[in-house]
């Protein structure tokens, strides 16, 4: 595929080269494709990546404005994601807790175990 890529008037000579002035395509970050199941870990990691990516497409002279409205879209919709997750899983903990207090409780509090301990200290 033939694409012309045009940014102005010299914008892509660097004094410091030797060679000709020839017009380079940008390259492009690499966004991968979600998994269907990441841990919190790992969406934190790449949550991170895309702010690196987006930190260093900003900094550029050449701006490529598309990619970095991808990049927050992505940033934005992983930070989403995250807080999703993390109240999915702490709405899980508080199931788990209200469906079973009571067996944990009367374990804690009624274990009458005692007496098994004083006939066996007992002749």
């Known amino acids: 595929m033939n694409e012309v890529y045009y940014y102005g008037q010299n914008s892509c000579y660097d004094s410091n080269s030797i060679g000709f002035n020839q017009l380079q395509p940008p390259q492009s970050p690499v966004i991968h494709q979600l998994p269907h199941e990441l841990s919190i870990q790992e969406m934190e990691d790449l949550k991170q990546q895309y702010f690196d990516e987006l930190q260093r497409l900003s900094n550029l002279e050449y701006r490529d404005e598309i990619k970095i409205a991808k990049l927050k879209e ?15 899983l702490q709405e899980a903990q508080w199931a788990y807790l209200s469906t079973h207090p ?6 804690f509090c009624f274990d009458d175990d005692d007496e098994d301990y004083t006939s066996a200290i007992t002749p």
């Open 74 to 88: 992505n940033f934005n919709g992983m930070s989403i994601e995250i807080r999703k997750k993390e109240k999915l």
């Open 102 to 107: 009571s067996k944990r409780l009367l374990s």
